[in-house]
């Protein structure tokens, strides 16, 4: 069934890293940031990679100040949300409208605490909404004995976050500096698709008009070559971080599919679809967090990103993962007829046992990394406490490999701790 | 753990049915209705069973008619959705702006497809829509190569629904009749909850205006007995069936939470969470169909429907059930903290293995039903092919249990088949 798939272990670096640290008796943290599951082509990768270092470093200030995996996550996909070149917040897709709609959630491994925002527009930064909306969860009921809500979407979402604080954000400001709305915005009726528009939707910035035959054209000479394709309709960005007390959590944010019918809500809105964490705890060895990035609908009836949490429970996390995403995601029975299944997956887990446990005086904690996707690429950025600066890549399938129908895996392990006394 | 349960078993009336039909090789069916989880006044009882009735025998005209469990499902849920009596479409709880705005999905057994909406204003039948959403994505691609979407919200779906032919519906019809639109709606930000709102809330009809304080009071007399209490929060509407050819649907629909904030999206929208089908595969020896209701937040958090579905594949569906509610649902970690955690759910499995093989010129499928709930109380109704009339039930937890922490379980079996000459 698996066509191909590729196998780097980037564990040199970091294997066997102890980091004997004083003043704390426990300090570690590990990111991945994904810029998103699609094409990158080499003149774009250096962009991506940018963007995934910034995000690496914020997170890290804020765990070095202290903070814990949660305001990590969500500082880290704050920085990719305001960048201009990710599906995310600012330079999302627009819709078939012309809006910008985006969907974001996070998740907290420790207390198990869930947010989630959809087609949300006008508001900068999706995840700030979904964090806000998992801290109210935290406080416990309402007046009156209601629930607080853990999912708003559209104009109420955007109004509660007003009236949270959260500042409104014009949509123009969202969109990329070469788009400029069309005095004719595209509505669903209006849309006569031809093959013409495969080119388009492959682009992120796009000024649009409706000819004299009613048909989107594009305007002006934005459109860029055709290798920069596919990586437009796919670049959701996620972040997996495991903190100093060993806590996990994840968040993932997207624009969504270019071109996507108003109110549609992909998997970064869902539950165990686009991000998922869980502390260790019971029958649970290992604390695990993911990410999920690619074709929204496949992702979500997977629910890719809480099976691939489960299947980390196994003891070999490569082989799990790659059976994961083989039996799971490519070969899916609730993807049967697809012929072409995109997506994307970061996933971290960690625990203190077997090997790590190395004496009493060292608390370690064994942390392995790993990230898979059937797209042509995908770009990950990963940073521990220790490294001066993050490491990106851009991983890629391998030579003649099919997108959608093979697999590339990658990850490596570290071990992290400090002497007690 | 577990406080109390009560067990009964409605089988007697239905064991060893075997129906002996020459003109369909295989007919059988069976219908599920839950009028909603809270509590039912022996007053409202009436109007639930009723209710509960109608749907049953609209889905059995389907079933008749040659329609498969899709139709069925759909044909039930609208009738629901049209009594002022649930809390879905017609009826369905004001938010707290006064708008009403439901939740509904549909998932088919047979295919694994799937089609919600959420949030969604202005449509008499949100199941029709989640319908529709279902059907387009088993067309394959959009234009363009874009899939097509499995989950709309709000007013882009309120557009989808009508650019697909669905009829728009003013809110003031959906309204039940004692309901008049005030001339301040509430916005989240005027709102200032008392405890006086405890027992508004807690009721369908409402006529709201602030008062001089800026505070929610109710005007005129349609305040119901104490009694009528909670069921308006929680009277999710579902159903499951399963069809002559042995397929499982299943589907929900919800006006959710009264006075939940605009844009607030449920268990009854989320994949997993709302309604699951599956029907037997490979390594799966049962089709099973799930349809939950109850607190949407915690229905989401603990993806129940899904976790019922995938526990009914032990051999003793009575004893997977009760764990499941449970350890997946009661004592769930993600619920950690919350001390009422109210639901219910209604679960078919069926298989053609075992007792039910009896011989070759006999095809004969083993029908299991069970309801379960934390609540109060659950209006259920049930049907097979071979029966006049539904039979309905209002189950309730025994005395002395505590809501929310105690749970229900019942349930039945039958045998269906035909000659197969």
Sequence with gaps: NLSSYSLIIFSSALKNLIVRNKLNAFYFLMIFTSSGAG??????????????????????????????ALEAVTAALMELEDSPFTNAGTGSNLNLSGEIECDA?????????????GALSGIKNPVLVARRLLSETQKG?????????????????????????????????MTTSEYQ?????????????????????????????????GC????????????????????????????R?????????????????PGRVGQAAHYGCGCWAENARDVSLYSTAVSTSGSGEHLIRTMLARECSTAMQAENAHQALLEAMQNKFISSPFLAGEDCVLGGVIVLRCCTCGEAQRSEDIQALLVEFLWSHTTESMCVGYMSAQDSKARTHISRLPPGAVAGQSLAIEGGVCRLGTVSD
């Excluded at 849309?191 to 682009?203: E, G, P, Q």
């Excluded at 934005?222 to 495991?242: H, K, P, Q, Y």
């Excluded at 007390?245 to 019918?261: D, I, P, T, Y």
Aim: hydrophobic share 40%; aromatic share 4%; with cysteine.
């Design 141 to 173: 009921k309402l007046s009156a004995g209601r629930i607080p809500p853990c999912f708003l979407v559209g104009k109420g979402a955007e109004q509660w976050a007003i009236s949270h604080g959260i500042p409104a954000c014009p949509t123009e400001k």
């Design 39 to 68: 094409y990158h082509s080499e003149s774009k990768a250096k962009e991506y990679k940018h963007v995934c270092k910034r995000a690496c470093q914020r997170a890290v200030d804020r765990l070095r100040a202290g903070g814990l």
């Design 105 to 117: 959630s996070i998740m907290d491994g420790k207390s198990l605490n869930y947010g989630a925002v």
């Design 245 to 261: 007390e060993g806590n996990v959590a994840a968040a993932v944010s997207s624009g969504g599919l270019a071109m996507k019918h």
């Design 216 to 243: 989107l054209e594009p305007v002006g000479d934005i459109l860029v070559a055709g290798e920069e394709n596919n990586s437009a309709c796919l670049d959701t960005v996620g972040v997996v971080v495991v903190d």
């Design 181 to 213: 709305t069309t005095q004719n915005p595209l509505s669903a009726s209006d849309v006569c698709l031809t093959a013409d528009l495969c080119a388009l939707i492959k682009i992120r910035t796009h000024l649009w008009i409706l000819n004299d035959f």
